[in-house]
């Protein structure tokens, strides 16, 4: 048996914005307990990056556990990609902006 519940467009909304609310404060406090890593809260934060997750950390006043090896490891990977980018834009025949 199933049952079926209209709800107003208004109620549904709050929902939306309530779940947000919650996976958001879920992930921050997660983090500050150092059970999940940032790229883990940024999934359950619903956040579109990494870097949206720490902006949203500094927002809530939580220090960011950030050392200069992952800073070293996130340029070596930007890097790479940038790389690859170009050439397969080169490979493609198009000229990408000067990227260094």
Request: hydrophobic residues 35%; proline residues 12%.
């Given at each position: 048996m199933a049952a079926t519940i209209t709800?107003?467009?208004s109620v549904l909304q709050a929902i939306r914005v309530l779940d947000r609310f919650i996976r958001r404060i879920l992930a921050v406090e997660l983090y500050r307990e150092g059970r999940l890593s940032p790229?883990?809260?940024?999934?359950?934060?619903?956040?579109?990056?990494k870097w949206e997750m720490v902006m949203l950390l500094d927002e809530k006043g939580v220090a960011l556990d950030y050392s200069a090896e992952d800073a070293e490891q996130d340029l070596n990977t930007l890097k790479n990609y940038l790389r690859r980018s170009n050439t397969n834009a080169c490979s493609r025949n198009e000229?990408?902006?000067n990227n260094r």
């Open positions: 709800l107003p467009e790229g883990k809260a940024a999934e359950v934060a619903g956040a579109r990056n000229y990408p902006k």
